[in-house]
């Protein structure tokens, strides 16, 4: 299955903690054609990696990321409810981890070594805005990456359409993707009008109404369900004609659509 895209989610969030800079070189290693990953902006305006709202489930520090300034955030230890290997490990910078991923002509050096041959070589981006996020905060998160030269491997994308839509009017030539938590009648309009190239909804709704795949398909748009963890699961989304799957496994992932 070479054309399938095979997305890790948060990083290789199976084998390193989530959003962190060890999951996201996981990642590649494992051979992702996309690593996916989430950004917040702290309190003083800078753009950080992390899913939740708060900084509770993945670090040893509690609040709002919204709430705590860089400093407070990058005082947390983000690796020791993982693992105790990852004691330490500190949520990153959206510019660290856009530096780990930079392509090997990118002014700064990639941090990654190379990863196995014949897979992934450079992996796409699929950075997920997490709202709240105003017009200048989008703006600086795309500025940081159009820095890196990552804007044509990057794909931009939100569960709120409205975040969605901010970033076209920021940047109308970035590639933009729509999450969904169901499919419901509107999605395929609602997706076309925000002009994604993505509609990413749960596997479940997928397994359920595997022909909406090609209703998007019909308006252009690809599917990428998530959380795809179940490898039973794997053939049957396949067969409805994602364009890729979101998976915490990503080695696993790539075992499975790589062989003979």
Same mark, same amino acid.
């Given at each position: 299955m070479p054309g399938l895209h095979r997305v890790a989610h948060r990083g290789y969030s199976a084998v390193a903690p989530?959003?962190?800079?060890?999951?996201?070189?996981?990642?590649?290693?494992?051979?992702?054609?996309?690593?996916?990953? !989430?950004?917040?902006?702290?309190?003083?305006?800078?753009?950080?990696?992390?899913?939740?709202?708060t900084v509770d489930r993945t670090t040893d520090g509690t609040g709002?990321?919204?709430d705590l300034t860089l400093d407070e955030v990058r005082a947390l230890?983000?690796?020791?409810w993982f693992s105790p290997g990852y004691a330490g490990v500190r949520v990153p910078l959206l510019g660290e981890a856009l530096d780990l991923l930079?392509?090997?002509d990118a002014d700064t050096p990639p941090?990654?070594?190379?990863?196995?041959?014949?897979? /992934?070589?450079?992996?796409?981006?699929?950075?997920?805005?997490?709202?709240? *996020? !105003?017009?200048?905060?989008?703006?600086?998160?795309? *500025?940081?990456?159009?820095?890196?030269?990552?804007? !044509?491997?990057?794909?931009?994308?939100?569960?709120?359409?409205?975040?969605? *839509?901010?970033?076209r009017e920021a940047l109308p030539e970035v590639r933009r993707g729509l999450l969904r938590m169901a499919l419901v009648d509107d999605t395929v309009a609602l997706a076309a009008d925000l002009g994604v190239v993505f509609c990413n909804p749960p596997v479940r709704d997928v397994l359920a109404d595997p022909d909406a795949?090609?209703?998007?398909?019909? *308006?252009?748009?690809?599917?990428?369900?998530?959380?795809?963890?179940?490898?039973?699961?794997?053939?049957?989304?396949?067969? /409805?004609?994602?364009?890729?799957?979101i998976s915490d496994r990503a080695g696993e992932l790539t075992g499975w659509a790589t062989r003979g």
């Open positions: 989530e959003n962190t800079l060890p999951a996201l070189a996981s990642a590649v290693l494992a051979g992702a054609t996309f690593v996916e990953f !989430d950004v917040r902006t702290t309190a003083d305006g800078v753009p950080v990696v992390i899913h939740d709202r709002y990321v919204w230890d983000a690796g020791s930079a392509p090997p941090a990654v070594v190379a990863p196995v041959p014949g897979l /992934a070589g450079e992996p796409q981006l699929l950075l997920e805005i997490k709202p709240p *996020a !105003d017009l200048e905060q989008v703006k600086r998160i795309l *500025a940081q990456v159009a820095e890196r030269g990552l804007l !044509d491997r990057t794909v931009v994308q939100s569960f709120d359409p409205q975040v969605v *839509a901010v970033v795949v090609a209703r998007f398909a019909d *308006a252009g748009i690809g599917v990428m369900p998530w959380t795809a963890n179940d490898l039973a699961h794997w053939p049957a989304l396949v067969g /409805a004609g994602v364009a890729g799957l």
